[in-house]
């Protein structure tokens, strides 16, 4: 039973408005970071009663799931990038783009079984290092600039 006639419909990516931009990603990175950097922070001076000690395991589990988020929202918006953005072209441009990929994906899992900050900040390393990509291929210029974030480190922009 059909109401109106179907028509196959095509589009050139998932997200066909042609928006997309790393910000994003670069934005979950350093929350992972700042996820990191808090459980690192946790302290607990002298045995801690039950009720500190429930506080600082409510406190752990709150951080690690927005950590675990984040980490899985980098990994999302690469792969927005990856799968609908760069083309061919920018693969020849930058040929090591697809090992770049392929390591931040890896970085971003490692970031969500570890409290690990190097492994957090070389995460963000590399979704900046894409960012720079990305903007060269729009023939823009790419800068770093102190991020406005508690992680005291950088956010690439274009000029």
């Known amino acids: 039973f059909k109401i109106l006639p179907t028509r196959v419909a095509y589009a050139h990516c998932d997200v066909p408005c ?3 931009d790393p910000h994003a990603a670069q934005l ?3 929350t992972v970071i700042r996820m990191t950097q808090m459980i690192n ?3 607990v001076k ?3 009663t039950f009720e500190e000690r429930k506080k600082i395991i409510h406190q752990i589990s709150r951080l690690t799931k927005v950590n675990e988020e984040h980490a899985e ?3 999302h918006e690469v792969r927005v990038l990856w799968g609908d953005y760069f083309k061919d072209e920018h693969l020849e441009k930058y040929p090591d783009l ?3 990929v392929f390591q931040t994906m890896k970085l971003a899992s490692k970031a969500r079984q570890d409290i690990n900050i190097d492994a957090a900040k070389e995460l963000l390393t590399n979704v900046q290092q894409i960012a720079e990509i990305f903007f060269k291929t729009k023939n823009l210029t790419p800068i770093r600039v102190k991020s406005p974030y508690p992680t005291g480190l950088e956010i690439v922009l274009h000029k």
Request: hydrophobic share 40%; net charge negative.
């Open 46 to 48: 002298g045995e801690p």
């Open 98 to 100: 697809h090992n770049l």
């Open 73 to 75: 929202m980098v990994k």
């Open 41 to 43: 922070d946790l302290t």
């Open 18 to 20: 042609g928006i997309y």
């Open 28 to 30: 979950a990175a350093h």
